[in-house]
């Protein structure tokens, strides 16, 4: 991830160290947030404390949005089954696989949510057809 992520602020365009937030989520730190905070201040004197919250803000869901663009398919799948979204995640699945059907992580889960619904004979095609994708990409098979 870069060093820095853009964040604006009515016409301002700001720079946000990436290292405000705990390395791998959206969480801000609190000494790094200080450390901000003072810097902001100190460069843009007019910002008012509540402007600063504000950015603050808009940086923790901009890095939640940076960083839920870089999942994958598969990663959003799992996570909307850990959650309980079943019919969600298959929906979901079944609308990638319509447009990219080589996905072979994709189709394993696919696979692994027809099987927690009850649909092993569909889970285990799904599956094989994973394992099958899969072989075709490794090096040295055409």
Known sequence: MANFIKVQHGSMELNIPTKLFE???NRIRKDEADRLRAGLRAKYP???DNAVDVILRNSQEEMARLMD???TVAERAREMLRSGRMEQ???FLEAH???FPDDADAWYVRGEALMRSG???EGFAAMHHARSLSEKKRPGRS
């Open 89 to 91: 995640a298959l929906a």
């Open 69 to 71: 663009a870089k999942r």
């Open 97 to 99: 696989l319509d447009v």
């Open 23 to 25: 390395p791998g989520t």
């Open 46 to 48: 007019w910002l008012t």
């Open 119 to 121: 649909r092993a004979k």
